[in-house]
């Protein structure tokens, strides 16, 4: 996506702020709409209660940031932004269905090894949302916000998580949103489906990545476990396909991705300690987590450091680094990498770099443009309306979000044509990566003139594919943006000096 759909919908936001000069309320809900477009790209974690949520956001930061524990603070949509120090921030309406919000500082403690944040006085129904700030690289360009389950036995806290994310207000909503799944229940479905719905009418979220989360429990803590969860995330996948909105179901073991980030060289230590004990005996004590943790269990690693190992890594990721260190992993950073990639963390952060990462400005620009449709509907005044058309315009125009609904779409409807022909065509939109060498499916040290050639080919057959008279609509249209974007390829190629 260029930058001109960007540059266009600061535009338009200016010209609306001038319009709602003498509107002081009105004019603040707009400056909040320019804000989102310089802001980080805003990524929500949902999912059923114990999904994992906050255990996911903790791997994918690198650090212990979010409560894991059942307490008031994780029933609240929390927000987690870069900051230079750590705070936590409640925002709150001193008396329910009063106006106006308060805030208040929240202490960070930890309880029984576990960090949680303690709301004092205040309840879950009267805070708002949380604001964390925190040192970390990984939130500089992602603000990641953490909601309660959706299957709450609250019916209000259920909704607050389906708000956040179909808000009816500019400040508030995700640009994009990783669901988590231990199950496929009607509870999800029906989310997903409540999603889709604002997806389809452009005010909700573009991209839906699906998470089978606590990944090595499929498989009861084997070995194989993530192999189980690979059959079980393809199996939903194929059952999420006629939602048309989950772009891809990844597998995680959370638990283990987050004790990888985190592990310390005394847990090193005890997994080669129990590398060496013999291995029929070292199942036999690993039959359950409380087996393992025993006090007089024969193992070779005192009992405060066992039930450690298995509160951090889980029996899997225990089995897991014992196994590699059998194999030859000499040291605690190569183990870690290597656990990292075998809980499926990897991949997961591959797929967001590629459906969100790369699209940031595209999923920005969708959002501010979908709020500022939403301020100038709910207050017209002459003028309003040309801005609200070129609005609307920006947002069925704008080739990026063409892609993006397509690849939505490719996994709910079938199209007329070869398998072949089919996954080219869903690399060319940027279903691999938006980059050039992605789209084409070439190698990056291909020459500019040659990688020109094969852009020049695909806009051909893309275009011819578009008018051959028997294809069905949907098919004819997704050729269609397939030969927008290998024109838009050849463009930027043709831009390039030689």
């Known amino acids: 996506m260029t930058a001109a759909p960007l540059h ?12 709602y000069a ?30 994992g949520k906050s255990t996911l956001l903790n791997s994918l930061v690198g650090q212990d940031i979010a409560p894991t524990d059942a307490t008031e603070c994780t029933r609240v949509v929390t927000w987690y932004r870069s900051g230079s120090t750590p705070t936590v921030t409640a925002w709150y309406q001193p008396d329910p269905g009063t106006g106006g919000q308060r805030s208040a500082n929240v202490p960070v403690l930890r309880r029984d090894g576990h960090l949680t944040f ?22 500089a360009h992602t603000t990641i916000i953490d909601t309660p389950g959706t299957s709450s036995l609250s019916r209000d806290v259920s909704a607050r998580t389906l708000e956040m994310l179909t808000p009816d207000n500019e400040a508030s909503g995700a640009d994009a949103v990783v669901y988590l799944l231990r199950t496929l229940n009607a509870t999800d479905v029906q989310f997903l489906g409540q999603i889709g719905d604002h997806v389809g009418d452009e005010s909700g979220p573009l991209g839906v990545v699906g998470v089978v989360s606590r990944a090595d429990e499929v498989g009861a803590g084997r070995l194989d476990a993530m192999m189980s969860a690979k059959e079980v995330a393809s199996r939903f996948a194929g059952e999420l396909e006629r939602t048309g909105l989950c772009q891809a179901v990844v597998p995680v073991a ?107 400005d595209q999923l920005k620009t969708h959002s501010a443009l979908v709020a500022l449709k939403r301020v100038l509907t709910a207050h017209p005044v002459p003028g309003a309306g040309e801005i609200l058309m070129s609005a609307e315009r920006l947002l069925s125009d704008v080739h990026g979000f063409q892609e993006l609904r397509l690849l939505g779409r490719l996994r709910s409807t079938e199209v007329g044509l070869p398998a072949d022909d089919v996954a080219e065509l869903q690399r060319l939109i940027g279903g691999f990566g938006i980059q050039i060498p992605e789209r084409l499916g070439t190698d990056g040290d291909d020459s500019v003139e040659l990688q020109r050639m094969r852009a020049l080919a695909a806009v051909r057959k893309w275009r011819e594919r578009a008018r051959h008279p028997l294809l069905d609509q949907f098919t004819a249209r997704a050729c269609t943006v397939a030969a927008r974007s290998a024109e838009g390829v050849l463009e930027e190629l043709n831009t390039v000096r030689l």
């Not at 266009?8 to 319009?19: C, F, M, P, T």
């Not at 509107?23 to 790209?41: F, G, M, N, V």
């Not at 987590?289 to 193992?299: G, K, Q, V």
């Not at 870690?336 to 809980?343: G, I, T």
């Open 254 to 360: 959370g638990l283990l991705a987050l004790g990888a980030r985190t592990m310390r060289q005394a847990e090193f230590t005890a997994f080669q300690h129990l590398a060496e004990f013999p291995v029929d005996d070292l199942n036999l004590a690993m039959l359950s987590a409380d087996r393992f943790a025993r006090e007089d269990s024969p193992l070779p690693v005192d009992a405060r450091m066992r039930a450690q190992l298995a509160d951090r890594f889980g029996l899997f990721g225990i089995r897991m680094a014992v196994t590699l260190i059998r194999l030859g992993t000499k040291d605690s950073p190569t183990l870690a990498a290597e656990l990292v990639e075998r809980s499926g963390l990897d991949e997961l952060r591959q797929v967001i770099d590629i459906q969100f990462g790369q699209r940031a």
């Open 22 to 51: 003498g509107r002081p309320e009105i004019r603040d809900q707009l400056t909040e709409c320019a804000r989102r477009l310089e802001q980080p790209l805003r990524v929500a974690l949902a999912g059923s209660l114990k999904a």
């Open 118 to 139: 303690d709301l004092g006085h205040l309840t879950a129904d009267q805070v708002d949302r949380l604001d964390v700030e925190w040192p970390s690289s990984a939130l």
């Open 8 to 19: 266009e919908a600061r535009a338009l936001i200016a010209s609306a702020r001038q319009l």
